[in-house]
């Protein structure tokens, strides 16, 4: 059974680097078939997605965040990460991983998610 | 970007009763639309891709129709477990952007 575990700290200061990282387990984050991915979840609002990472590194991002966001995958842990540069309040939001199929694809399987929460 | 408008933003529904919820794209996403519940406190739960393939585990009372800008969920006769908010998806290319969400909740 595939599992994906967000990790990570729940309170960033406005100004600093959000980072998070994806653990999966029951499933090799190596597969050819599969991408991995970021979204993000104000509280009480919509989905936006993030960006998204193929094992060899291979990147997409949401335009809207490009210029902050970096993913990154380390395949001898299974994990994947995101760092999300420069916050503010506005970046406060649970933030889910996912592994979606191969190219832009839904997402079968989530994390639990984690809120993140910036502020003084 | 692709924008995905969702309608109605809250449905009230009766047990038993047949649920419809819409979601249009500002251009067209072919089949590549995915719909997703979720229940409070949790993620959400891919139901359908591909427009009409249900996704592995959901039951038969979830089907999903349309191509190109309009598509439609419907959830044939309301259970308990399915009062919750439902969000459409398109994929048709790197730039996945979700809908605004549909809330099914008890009438």
């Known amino acids: 059974q595939l599992q994906l575990q967000e990790s990570g700290p729940g309170l960033v200061k406005p100004s600093e680097t959000l980072s998070l990282t994806c653990t999966v387990s029951?499933?090799?984050?190596?597969?050819?078939?599969?991408?991995w991915g970021w979204i993000r979840q104000p509280p009480g609002k919509g989905l936006e997605w993030i960006g998204s990472?193929?094992?060899?590194?291979?990147?997409y991002y949401n335009p809207s965040l490009k210029s902050r966001v970096t993913i990154s995958v380390d395949t001898s842990k299974n994990q994947f990460s995101l760092k999300l540069s420069s916050v503010t309040a506005a970046d406060t939001a649970v933030y889910y991983c996912?592994?979606?199929?191969?190219?832009?694809?839904?997402?079968?399987?989530w994390g639990q998610g984690t809120l993140v929460t910036v502020s003084s | 970007e692709i924008v995905m408008t969702q309608s109605p933003a809250t449905l009230s529904v009766s047990p038993g009763e047949r649920a419809t919820l819409s979601c249009r794209a500002s251009?067209?996403?072919?089949?590549?639309l995915a719909w997703y519940q979720q229940k409070p406190g949790q993620a959400p739960r891919l139901l359908i891709y591909?427009?009409?393939t249900r996704a592995t585990g959901i039951p038969a009372r979830f089907s999903g129709s349309g191509s190109g800008t309009e598509f439609t969920l419907t959830i044939s006769s309301l259970q308990s477990e399915d009062f919750a908010v439902y969000y459409c998806?398109?994929?048709?290319?790197?730039?996945?952007?979700f809908g605004p969400g549909t809330k099914v909740d008890i009438k």
């Open positions: 998806q398109q994929y048709n290319n790197w730039l996945l952007t």
């Open positions: 251009q067209s996403v072919s089949s590549n």
């Open positions: 591909g427009a009409s």
């Open positions: 990472i193929y094992y060899s590194g291979s990147t």
């Open positions: 996912a592994r979606h199929s191969y190219g832009a694809a839904p997402a079968h399987y």
């Open positions: 029951g499933g090799s984050i190596s597969s050819s078939s599969y991408y």
